[in-house]
C-alpha cells in the first residue's frame, strides 16, 4: 500500500525557515520523480518543486526560487523541502506527491508564516 506522509511543518515568523519531510511507504522512491505542491486557503493547488530520480535536477515555482530547496535520501526514502526566507505568502498546506501507476498525495502539513 502506497503512502507518503509529511511532517515538519508548523508556525514560524516570517524570515524563519523550516524543513519538510515525506516519509514513503509501500514503494521505493528511488525510480519515482518526487514533488511538493501546496495550497493556500481559497487558492489551487500549485506545484512548488520537483526533483529527478537520481536528485540530479531540479525544478522550483518561481514564487519559491533561491528559497527553497528540495532533496532526496533515496536510503531512507525520503523527500524533504528545505524552506528558508518564509513570507506570510508561504501560507499554506503542503503535500508530497508521487505519479506511480497513479497519483498519490500525502495528508500534507500546515505551515503557518506570520508574526
Known amino acids: 500500500q502506497v503512502q507518503l506522509v509529511e511532517s515538519g511543518g508548523g508556525l514560524v515568523q516570517p524570515g524563519g525557515s523550516l524543513r519538510l519531510s515525506c516519509l514513503a511507504s509501500?514503494?521505493?522512491?528511488?525510480?519515482?520523480?518526487m514533488k511538493w505542491y501546496r495550497q493556500a486557503p481559497g487558492k489551487e493547488r500549485e506545484l512548488v518543486a520537483g526533483i529527478s530520480r537520481l536528485g540530479d535536477s531540479t525544478n522550483y515555482a518561481d514564487s519559491v526560487k533561491g528559497r527553497f530547496t528540495i532533496s532526496r535520501d533515496n536510503a531512507k526514502n525520503t523527500v524533504y523541502l528545505q524552506m528558508n526566507s518564509l513570507k506570510p505568502a508561504d501560507t499554506a498546506v503542503y503535500y508530497c506527491n508521487v505519479v506511480l501507476s497513479s497519483g498519490y498525495w500525502g495528508q500534507g502539513t500546515q505551515v503557518t508564516v506570520s508574526s
Open positions: 509501500g514503494f521505493t522512491i528511488r525510480y519515482s520523480f
